[in-house]
C-alpha cells in the first residue's frame, strides 16, 4: 500500500459475490482483517515480538488497516489489554500501570503469582533475589528484593513483559495509525476511543438487534402491516431463541450452536457493531410479490434484511428454519 492508496476509501468486493461496496463488503473485510491480526499477530493482549514481521512492515501495515477501518465503519480491532491500550491511546509509558493479569502466560507469570502471593517477608527476599533470575533480563536488576519492593517489583516485571518486550511491534503499529490522521484524533479524544482499542466482550442481545433492525412496515391497518408484523414477530422471538442458545445447527457435520453475531454478520457484514454505528441504518423489508419457495435475501451494503411473505413465514418454526438455511448456506459463513 502506498499514500495514495490509503488516501482513498477502500473498495471491497469478494470472489462470487458481485455488489457495490456502499459499506457491507468493507466492514466485513476489516472484520476478517482485525480477527487475523488477533489470531496470528498476538500474544496474550500485546504484540508477539517477530523480527521478521517488524522487517516486513507488518504491524505498520496493520495499522494503517485499523485507521483506515474506522474511517470505513469498523468496530476496531478490540483485542488489547488496557496497558498496550494506554499506551496507544496516551504514549506514555510514565502513566502505565500494568498488571499481572494482563502477563501472557508461561512459566515466568506462574513464578510471578507465586511471589505475589507470599506474604513472609524472609520468604519472599529469598525466592525474589535467588530463584528469579528471569529478574535480570527483565530489566530489575537490584541485587537484593525485599517484601518492600513487592509492588515495584511486579509492576516492573509486569510493564516488561506488556510493553518492552513488543515496543518495537507496538510503535510501529502506531505509525501505522498516522494514516489519514487517525492517530492525532484519538490521542485528542483518548478515552472515547479506549472501547475501540482495548479487548472488552461486547454483548449482543436480543432487544439490541431488535432495536437496531428498523421494519418498513405497509400503512396501519392494511391487510400487508399484519402480515409484515406477524413476519417481525417471528423475527424477534428467534433472536430470543438465539440468545439463550437454543438454536443448534449443524455445518459440515459439525453441530454449531448460532449466537447473535453470526445474524449481525449476514445481515451488515460486521460482527459487532461498529464504533460509529451501523451506516445506514440496518432495516428490514417485505416482499410481498413471491412465491412460496423465494428464499429471504440480505443487502450487506445498504444493510437491508429482505423477508418474503408468505405462510411459510408466518409460523415461527418455519421462519426459524428458512432463516437458518439461507444463512448457514451464505457465502463466508463460520468466519465471525
Known sequence: MDDNDLSKPFKVQFVGEPAVDHGGPSREFFSLINQHMQRSMLYGSTFRHNVISLQKEEFMKCGQLAAKGLL???????????????YILYGNVQCLDPTLDEVPPGEMKDSMERLDGIQDAEE??????FNSDFRFSHGYTKPFVTIE?????????????IIYTSLPELNQFIDGLKTCGILDLVRS??????????????ILTAGLLD?????????????????EERIVFN????????????????????EVTINLSHILMFATG?????????IPRPSIRFDHNTREER???????ANILTLPVSEKMASLESFQKEFMFCMLNSPGFGNV
Not at 479524544?189 to 461486547?202: C, D, I
Not at 460486521?270 to 451501523?278: N, Q
Not at 428464499?295 to 451494503?301: I, Q
Open 149 to 161: 519492593d513487592k509492588d515495584e517489583f511486579i509492576k516492573a516485571i509486569a510493564l516488561h513483559a
Open 270 to 278: 460486521a460482527s459487532e457493531i461498529p464504533a460509529i454505528g451501523l
Open 235 to 254: 423475527f424477534n422471538q428467534m433472536l430470543e431463541n438465539v440468545e439463550k442458545g437454543k438454536v443448534v445447527e449443524e455445518l459440515s457435520e459439525t
Open 72 to 86: 470505513q465503519g469498523s468496530a476496531g480491532p478490540k483485542c488489547f489489554g488496557k496497558t498496550v491500550t494506554d
Open 295 to 301: 428464499k429471504l435475501s440480505v443487502s450487506t451494503c
Open 211 to 227: 432495536d437496531i433492525f428498523h421494519p418498513l412496515l405497509s400503512p396501519e391497518g392494511s391487510n400487508k402491516r399484519a402480515k
Open 124 to 129: 519472599f527476599k529469598s525466592e525474589a533475589s
Open 189 to 202: 479524544n483518548p478515552e472515547q476511543f479506549r472501547a475501540v482499542f482495548q479487548y472488552g466482550k461486547s
